[in-house]
């Protein structure tokens, strides 16, 4: 045991905790974080996605003491109340099913737009391609990112669903 310290939505926490303990269970169980998700344990899903250094990064599989740089959950992306354009866009599109797999789509689309801003259908497909959604909303999901970069670049958003080519 030893104590980390980590910065996480802007806080800062001090634990006494095992080094290799993986991210998402500090998140989760220490510090009540409910966005990042246990899916499978092995960073492939994307469930437990969080952002470090602007990389959608895999929490179930990072380990605690090799977080230098702050951690962005999705209870981190509102500010003043407000939603970020792209949680905003997940309901404009209604791209929830079953919700599970939404914290890993919203933080990867989140990451995707800060270094593309303007990402085209096939940016998309690719940033978001180890993500996966077992309901299949990836229509959705790509119209969301569209609305939100659009929302981001201050355009106003359409008043219709978006069409993916």
């Known amino acids: 045991m030893s104590n980390i310290t980590l910065k996480v939505n802007g ?13 998402l269970y500090i998140l989760r169980n220490d510090l009540s974080l409910q966005g990042p998700r246990f899916g499978c344990g092995l960073g492939q899903c994307g469930a437990c996605t969080v952002i470090i250094n602007g990389v959608a990064t895999r929490s179930c599989v990072t380990p605690t003491s ?10 981190g992306l509102s500010k003043e109340g407000r939603l970020h354009p792209v949680q905003q ?3 404009d599109e209604q791209v929830p099913q ?7 789509q919203i933080m990867t689309a989140k ?3 800060d270094k593309k ?3 085209t259908d096939a940016e998309i497909r690719e940033g978001m391609a180890r ?3 077992r309901c299949m909303t990836y229509y959705r999901i790509q119209a969301a990112i569209k609305r ?3 929302a981001i670049a201050g355009i106003r958003p359409a008043s219709e669903k978006e069409v993916v080519a």
Do not use: M, Y
């Open 66 to 75: 090799s977080v230098k740089s702050e951690i962005t959950t999705l209870e």
């Open 117 to 119: 801003p303007h990402p």
């Open 131 to 133: 993500t996966l959604c």
């Open 111 to 113: 990451a995707l737009l």
């Open 98 to 104: 079953c919700g599970f797999c939404q914290n890993g």
């Open 11 to 23: 806080k800062t926490h001090t634990l006494n905790i095992d080094p290799s303990t993986p991210l």
């Open 89 to 91: 866009a997940w309901i």
């Open 148 to 150: 939100a970069a659009r």
